[in-house]
């Protein structure tokens, strides 16, 4: 009996020590299958460390390649507690150079981390601070390579193009909308440490960062400059409130310049408030147009049949009665009998509101609604308004009337441009956008293009035809004569607009604006400019904005490459304006002679002859009268 218990006691052991074989090899299994990712990253981050190495952000070009965000490299100081072995030493030395507290630099070499960025006194570090903490060759203490973003011109384009936190992250404008394509991948240095993070004498791995995508913008930089410059002059000439300017190929929807006052720094954002830095003006300003306004009235009564611009009539009095309201004409008095292209050309008030009548309400917000106001356009910027119009069944006679001649109404300077895009080039509303390609890094290939988007057909060929034609008018005959070039076909509209406040308008205080375009027969250049609250001068658009206008489409004639046209309209002079005047061909004729032919110029000569044998300016350049005709006599 004994023996058999034994026996059955031996059997017993040997099967549990068979159970417990086949448990470890199960184990040993299941580790190496299963479990094998899990336990090999936990060995990982208990024995390999990494000091991170920035990427750059994606640059950001203009149309044509130029760069108008780009990265500079920097260094940023990076701990690890573990391998420093004086830690008063380290932190005094540290906090030395770093100016910054003894106290705070003891708790960052101190942590019980692997690995402690030194936030924010220790990131961006100029070379110089760089050199002098590498020169202490402190165990623990490393310089990792980061970026720092670099805006070649400064405020240029700002509100566009946005700024970045000292992280890199992209917190406004096409940095922030676009910050997931422009952020690359962080690399690193991977090196093997002991269990106290001791640094082990053995091979390090460099991982290296990925760069994030580049943006190209529509952006033309030569026309942003020219943008840019003219803004700046009227933000010191005229102090006003806020200024804003948008320049638009009406052809496609392309954004080719925009900017707005007051302006910031993105390379010093700190300095800036709240308002100065998110305030997009051309997206985000809503107001009341005004006579710009106008161009939609009037290319409605022309896509409806309702006027014709040289045969029919209207008689200004000076003011037009509607219901109990009186509306006036800028002009005292009125200007007697019109043709309604030359109620375009002065900027009619109450020919407008008779405009509107024709039209009806229905009708004119339909227009209103087909040309894009009341909606966000669509633009590729963070920060759109929609602006705000009459809700039909609340717009009376006198809401009709006003909103004929943009009074009532709130719309966006991009609204505004868009439309009137669509009523020179043919009738086509373009959805705009301003980011062109995004592109990879390495070998700038697209990886993702945008292209032009038609959201609609709103008027005829022939409609936008007849529009253009008024909209030159206005520039050789009307109210924006300030706006006109020598020798080539503008079109334009001046735009006066009383501010609200609080629900009333406010006294001597307007939005003056200009829209204008060329080739007025074949528009290839928008601009729109906008001045809030101009001082010291009297508040027209004609005034103010037409002549801003009319510099940056002059510049545009060399960077277009606008061709100067055949038979381009002359100007109506008024009594007191320079003119401009074509110098005759006086060469091979007596001085006499000469003299009498120049009589519009001032003439200087040198020689003893008595005939002409060279003159300067040639025949057939167009002056203004006065100015110096150079003659040399045989």
């Known amino acids: 009996m004994f023996y058999k218990n034994i026996h059955i006691r031996i059997k017993l052991v040997f099967v549990g020590i068979i159970l417990l074989f086949f448990l470890i090899i199960f184990k040993v299994f299941y580790i190496q299958v299963f479990n094998y990712k899990k336990l090999n990253k936990l060995a990982d981050l208990l024995w390999n460390r990494n000091l991170p190495i920035e990427a750059d952000r994606g ?4 149309s044509k390649g130029v760069v108008l965000a780009d990265n500079k490299t920097t260094v940023s100081l990076v701990l690890i507690p573990n391998q420093i072995k004086d830690k008063e030493k380290t932190a005094k030395e540290l906090s030395n150079i770093l100016n910054t507290s003894y106290k705070d630099m003891l708790a960052h ?6 690995i402690e960025r030194v936030h924010p006194e220790g990131r961006r570090l100029s070379f110089d601070i760089a050199d ?3 020169s202490l060759k402190l165990d623990g203490v ?12 400064d405020k240029m384009l700002a509100h566009t193009l946005g700024y970045v936190g000292i992280d890199n992250q992209g917190l406004s404008g096409l940095e922030l909308m676009y910050d997931k394509y422009l952020t690359g991948e962080y690399g690193a240095i991977k090196y093997i440490s002991d269990a106290k993070g001791g640094k082990l004498e053995l091979e390090e791995t460099y991982l290296e960062p990925q760069d994030g995508m580049n943006l190209t ?8 400059k020219v943008l840019e410059r003219e803004i700046d002059n009227a933000w010191g000439k005229y102090n006003p409130d806020q200024a804003i300017g948008i320049i638009m190929n009406p052809n496609n929807g392309e954004i080719l310049a925009i900017t707005a006052r007051p302006n910031f720094s993105p390379s010093n954002y700190q300095k800036y408030n709240v308002e100065e830095l998110n305030r997009n003006l051309p997206i985000w300003a809503t107001y009341e147009p005004g006579s710009t306004f106008k161009i939609i009235t009037l290319a409605t009564a022309l896509d409806e049949n309702l006027i014709d611009l040289e045969n029919d009539h209207y008689y200004d009095s000076g003011r037009i009665s509607v219901e109990n309201a009186r509306i006036k004409c800028w002009k005292a008095g009125g200007h007697g009998e019109e043709t309604f292209l030359q109620v375009v050309e002065n900027s009619c008030n109450p020919g ?3 405009m509107g009548q024709k039209i009806g309400k229905e009708k004119l917000f339909e227009y209103i609604k087909k040309f894009g106001f009341g909606n966000k356009t669509g633009v590729d910027l963070n920060g759109e308004a929609k602006g705000i119009l009459f809700n039909l069944d609340k717009v009376g ?3 009709l009337a006003t909103t004929s001649f943009g009074q009532g109404v709130s719309v966006t300077p991009i609204q505004q441009i868009t439309a009137v895009s669509a009523a020179i080039n043919g009738g086509i509303l373009y959805k705009p956008y301003i980011v062109k390609s995004i592109n990879e890094p390495e070998t700038n290939t697209v990886i993702k293009q945008n292209s032009p988007k038609i959201v609609r057909k709103v008027i005829s060929e022939s409609t936008s035809e007849k529009v253009r034609y008024a909209l030159e008018s206005v520039v050789t005959n009307g109210t ?3 706006a006109f070039i020598d020798g080539y076909r503008v079109g334009g509209k001046t735009g006066t607009a009383q501010k609200v406040k609080d629900g009333h308008y406010m006294s001597g205080n307007y939005i003056v604006s200009f829209m204008g375009f060329m080739p007025a027969n074949k528009p290839e250049i928008v601009v729109y400019v906008a001045i809030d609250n101009a001082k010291g001068i009297t508040q027209y658009g004609g005034t103010i904005a037409a002549p801003i206008v009319r510099n940056i489409l002059k510049d545009s004639i060399d960077i277009l490459n606008i061709k100067k046209p055949s038979g381009a309209s002359e100007k109506n002079y008024n009594f007191n304006e320079k003119k401009y005047v074509t110098v005759p061909n006086v060469v091979g004729k007596t001085l006499k002679e000469a003299i009498t032919e120049l009589k519009p110029f001032k003439v200087e000569y040198s020689g003893a002859g008595n005939s002409v044998i060279y003159q300067t300016p040639k025949s057939g350049e167009r002056i203004y009268e006065g100015e110096v005709v150079k003659l040399m006599l045989k």
């Open 59 to 62: 640059k950001i070009y203009d």
């Open 109 to 114: 070499v101190s942590k019980k981390t692997s």
């Open 132 to 134: 002098k903490i590498n």
């Open 142 to 153: 490393y310089l990792v390579k980061e970026s720092k973003r670099f805006y070649p011109n």
């Open 217 to 224: 913008l529509t952006i033309n930089a030569e026309l942003q």
């Open 352 to 354: 407008f509101v008779v």
């Open 397 to 399: 006679p006198v809401e």
């Open 480 to 482: 924006g004569r300030n």
